[in-house]
């Protein structure tokens, strides 16, 4: 689309189109609406401040579920989906870590994961000695420090190498039945 296109759409002037693409000027607040309507984007994407053009958006979140298999325990797709703005993938909260996570997530509680690998104190989802594990990191050294929500589960160390962080938890949803 040319500038000059882009101005009819938005009743703006060709040269202040190529001033806005060029930072040397800021559209007016009626501009900034039209240009947000127009391309069906949210005026952070359009500032450059993200790079999710709809980040208030809900989207379709696969759900995960934590199974014992035997001696493994693994992640195991469900036919579950949710609705929710932000994140890769959901987990549902099983018997297998609801231990871990008590007193504040319930079995059939469901936790929002980004893969966005470690930040640190966050929530996270990783995989150590064969065991999915949901705990708080703080990296040390070589090690990572769990600290499980649980206040009865211990801290524990586990080698960096040895563990594959898989997200963080960016939200959680609760089903309440009546």
């Known amino acids: 689309m040319s500038q000059e296109q882009l101005a009819n759409r938005v009743d703006a002037s060709t040269n202040a189109i190529g001033m ?10 009626e501009i900034l609406e039209k240009l947000h309507e127009y391309f069906g984007v949210s005026l952070d994407y ?12 809900e989207k379709e979140i696969d ?23 932000n994140g890769d993938f959901a987990v549902k909260v099983t018997e297998e870590i609801a231990e ?10 469901i936790l929002v994961f980004e893969g966005n690998g470690y930040i640190k104190n966050k929530l996270s989802l ?7 594990n ?16 649980n206040p009865v589960f211990d801290e524990r160390n586990f080698k960096v190498e040895k563990c594959e962080l898989i997200g963080t938890v960016s939200g959680m949803i609760r089903v309440i039945k009546k």
């Open 46 to 57: 359009l500032f450059g401040f993200s790079d999710d053009p709809n980040p208030y958006q």
């Open 100 to 109: 871990s996570l008590s007193p504040f997530y319930f079995i059939n509680d």
């Open 134 to 149: 949901i705990a708080k990191l703080i990296k040390k050294g070589d090690c990572y420090s769990a600290e499980f929500l």
């Open 126 to 132: 990783f995989i150590c000695e064969e065991r999915y």
């Open 20 to 29: 806005y693409e060029t930072g040397k000027r800021m559209p007016r607040e």
């Open 63 to 85: 759900v995960f579920k934590i199974q014992r298999m035997e001696e493994r325990v693994l992640l195991m797709e469900t036919e579950e989906k949710v609705l929710f703005r």
